[in-house]
């Protein structure tokens, strides 16, 4: 009897033993338990209410999850990056993330100079064994918020305030376009260029321009400045945003924004960076991915755009549909992508510098 007490104890001491030692080595390998250090270079500020601060909000939330000790840089030029970057690694971050797509030679060098640390470069296309570059495909929410226009619009004449002629743009514009006329195809987009991304006054002056100068009664808008989103309130107009939603300023005109959902990306990607999983890569999601989505359609929506919005959302998700499939055809009337074919990627990142048939370049 005593021998199986013994025997039963010998077991018991044995299971304990093994819960103890698996406990141990889940601790040991936890790669959240001690913080990690990031530093975070941001083209404006945090709480702008608009690039910046989607970057910081979804990263606020990765920090929460992967005990981060994260450091922002705001208002960064490409002239005082290097010095920045210099400077939090000095002070042990061991992560680099910059927002913008103006810092893009600065980033290579910097990851070449420090191939021990982990880069991350929004809207970047070069991509180094320590240097991830990332966006997302948010044409496609272009074209959904454009489907909205098409619908909501009475007098058939929209307009769009737009940053810079440049193909991340022209995407955005064209399957906006795109969007409307699959619904209205006797709509035109007006397109006015602020040159730039967050200038308050270019901005303004572009929205007033398009309003001024055209029977709009929707305005869309693709920079970081808020202004027309100001602009179209003041008018009576209804305005579509981006980057995050701010129907709660202007809940009398805002139909809808193209938003952002940067937690979805950072957490997964540096995490990778804890496990010692990460490969330089370069990244563009697609809409299944969630780190892009339509904001909720406002009080001011029609009843038809719901449905509307959804089944091609349900479309873009499944992968059997995206925005540039042909046929496509240009402003001037030229057939630029046949029936059953598509852009490739390259041509949609690179080489975007025609318009699709409804778009009007007010200059």
């Known amino acids: 009897m005593k021998r199986i007490i013994l025997i039963v104890i010998i077991v018991i001491l044995g299971i304990l033993a093994g819960i103890f030692f698996i406990n141990t080595q889940e601790q040991s390998t936890d790669v959240t338990e001690n913080a990690t250090k990031v530093g975070v270079i ?10 910046s601060q989607s970057h910081y909000e979804g990263l606020e939330k990765t920090a929460e999850k992967l005990n981060l000790n994260i450091t922002y840089r705001e208002f960064v030029t490409a002239d005082n990056i290097l010095a920045d970057i210099d400077e939090l690694i000095e002070n042990g971050c061991e992560i680099i993330i910059a ?10 060098v910097a990851a070449e100079k420090y191939p021990e640390v982990f880069f991350f470069h929004a809207t970047g296309t070069s991509y180094r064994k320590n240097l991830s570059t990332y966006f997302g495909r948010m044409y496609q929410m272009r074209y959904l918020t454009g489907i909205a226009a098409g619908l909501q619009t009475k007098t058939n004449e929209i307009g769009y305030a737009a940053a810079f002629p440049i193909p991340e743009v022209n995407r955005g514009v064209n399957a906006f376009t795109l969007g409307v006329r699959s619904v209205n195809p006797d709509a035109k987009i007006y397109v006015r260029w602020i040159e730039s991304w967050n200038s308050d006054m270019a901005a303004a ?28 309130d003041e008018h009576d107009i209804v305005s579509i945003g981006y980057n995050i939603d701010n129907s709660e300023l202007y809940p009398d005109s805002c139909l809808t924004s193209a ?3 940067w937690e979805k990306f950072y957490t997964a990607h540096i995490l990778k960076c804890l496990q010692g999983k990460f490969e330089g890569e370069n990244y563009w999601e697609s809409s299944d991915s969630g780190i892009m989505d339509i904001a909720p359609l406002s009080k001011n929506a029609n009843s038809k755009i719901d449905k509307a919005i959804s ?4 479309r873009l998700n499944s992968g059997t549909f995206d925005v540039f499939y042909g046929p496509i055809y240009d402003n001037d009337g030229n057939l630029r992508v046949a029936e059953g074919e598509s852009m490739t990627d390259n041509a949609m990142l690179n080489e975007f510098d025609w318009y699709v048939e409804g778009v009007v370049i007010d200059e």
């Open 42 to 51: 941001l083209n404006g500020f945090k709480d702008d209410k608009s690039w």
């Open 99 to 108: 927002n913008s797509a103006i810092y893009s030679e600065q980033m290579i």
């Open 205 to 232: 002056n572009a929205a007033e321009y398009l309003i001024s100068e055209h029977n709009i009664d929707v305005l869309a808008m693709h920079t970081d400045s808020l202004e027309p989103l100001r602009v179209a």
């Open 259 to 261: 938003v952002w959902d």
């Open 311 to 314: 089944n091609e959302q349900t």
